[in-house]
């Protein structure tokens, strides 16, 4: 783990078997989004899941929140099957989800005020946060007047805040540019490693998986299922001298691999074998 971050081997949220559909736009049938999703994440674990369009990412992560129900199938953290939100989930979106009308320190303590700690105490609590994402100075600003990167910093110290013990991130760096993503994949490392939480990232950018992730979760599309959970074997402190590394390539070669949708002709060769041993049936 990052640093001095103590590795924890027990299991702290656990899908099983989840299955996921949708109603067919046309309202005729269902679509199956999710296909049997069975895995575990263990205590102070970062687990980073990827995967084409159309795989089930923010499905998976939405259900885990407790923000979409399952067709079948169930989560559970710390042994207990999650029933709804939760405080003891948090969540972080790609849109910052910040209320607009509230200042900055009390979007804060929004999060903190709704698991029912409120006044002095929430208002102390939030600054403490302010001061660990470096913020400290704009509590009283207002969600516009800062830039992307601080919105989404806002944004996580509200779900961190109230201390849950999970947190789930779906793309929330997925709408900065470059430069600032990149500064908010290190600083995310950095709450990571200072604090007793365990993370789970969806993302589509390979290097931001590889990067930051201590197993990534592959899933194929149509419907979303498991190709391969991949432990990324480059060592912590992680910086970019990482991304040179030849574990680094080699674990990103093989990522794309396992997402990359078979090529036209593939497909085209798989039919053939298939129409060809039913018409070699007697």
Same mark, same amino acid.
């Given at each position: 783990?990052?640093?001095?971050?103590?590795? =924890?081997?027990?299991?702290?949220?656990?899908?099983?078997?989840?299955?996921?559909?949708?109603?067919?736009?046309? %309202?005729?049938?269902?679509?199956?989004? @999710?296909?049997?999703?069975?895995?575990?994440?263990?205590?102070? *674990?970062?687990?980073?899941?990827?995967? !084409?369009? %159309?795989? %089930?990412?923010?499905?998976?992560?939405?259900?885990? &929140?407790?923000?979409?129900?399952?067709?079948? $199938? *169930? =989560?559970?953290?710390?042994?207990?099957?999650?029933?709804?939100?939760?405080?003891?989930?948090?969540?972080? =979106?790609? +849109?910052?989800?910040?209320?607009?009308?509230?200042?900055?320190?009390?979007?804060?303590?929004?999060?903190?005020?709704?698991?029912?700690?409120?006044?002095?105490?929430?208002?102390?609590?939030?600054?403490?946060?302010?001061?660990?994402?470096?913020?400290?100075?704009? $509590?009283? =600003?207002?969600?516009?007047?800062?830039?992307? $990167?601080?919105?989404?910093?806002?944004?996580?110290?509200?779900?961190?805040? !109230?201390?849950?013990?999970?947190?789930?991130?779906?793309?929330?760096?997925?709408?900065?540019?470059?430069?600032?993503?990149?500064?908010?994949?290190?600083?995310?490392?950095?709450?990571? +490693?200072?604090?007793?939480?365990?993370?789970?990232?969806?993302?589509?950018?390979?290097?931001?998986?590889?990067? @930051?992730?201590?197993?990534?979760?592959?899933?194929? &599309?149509?419907?979303?299922?498991?190709?391969?959970?991949?432990?990324?074997?480059? !060592?912590?402190?992680?910086?970019?001298?990482?991304?040179?590394?030849?574990?680094?390539?080699?674990?990103?070669?093989?990522?794309?691999?396992?997402?990359?949708?078979?090529?036209?002709?593939?497909?085209?060769?798989?039919?053939?074998?298939?129409?060809?041993?039913? %018409?070699?049936?007697?």
């Amino acid at each position: 783990m990052e640093g001095s971050k103590e590795v =924890f081997n027990d299991c702290i949220l656990e899908a099983r078997h989840i299955v996921k559909d949708f109603e067919n736009s046309s %309202g005729k049938g269902m679509h199956r989004v @999710l296909d049997d999703i069975s895995f575990s994440v263990r205590r102070r *674990e970062f687990l980073s899941v990827i995967g !084409p369009s %159309g795989c %089930g990412k923010s499905t998976l992560i939405r259900i885990a &929140a407790g923000l979409e129900t399952a067709t079948s $199938g *169930e =989560f559970l953290l710390d042994g207990k099957v999650v029933r709804g939100t939760g405080a003891e989930r948090g969540m972080v =979106f790609q +849109k910052y989800s910040l209320f607009p009308w509230l200042s900055v320190k009390q979007n804060v303590m929004f999060g903190l005020e709704s698991t029912g700690r409120g006044g002095d105490e929430a208002e102390e609590v939030a600054e403490q946060w302010l001061e660990i994402v470096g913020l400290e100075k704009y $509590g009283e =600003f207002f969600p516009k007047q800062l830039s992307g $990167g601080m919105q989404q910093r806002v944004a996580i110290a509200r779900a961190l805040a !109230p201390q849950p013990r999970v947190l789930l991130m779906d793309e929330p760096f997925g709408a900065l540019d470059a430069q600032t993503r990149t500064q908010m994949q290190r600083y995310l490392l950095e709450v990571w +490693k200072n604090i007793d939480i365990t993370i789970i990232f969806v993302t589509h950018d390979l290097d931001e998986a590889v990067f @930051l992730s201590d197993r990534i979760l592959t899933l194929q &599309a149509n419907p979303g299922k498991i190709k391969e959970l991949v432990d990324v074997p480059i !060592p912590r402190p992680r910086n970019k001298e990482s991304l040179s590394l030849r574990e680094f390539n080699e674990t990103r070669k093989h990522i794309e691999e396992l997402i990359r949708p078979p090529k036209v002709n593939e497909v085209v060769e798989e039919d053939f074998k298939i129409v060809n041993m039913v %018409g070699m049936q007697p």
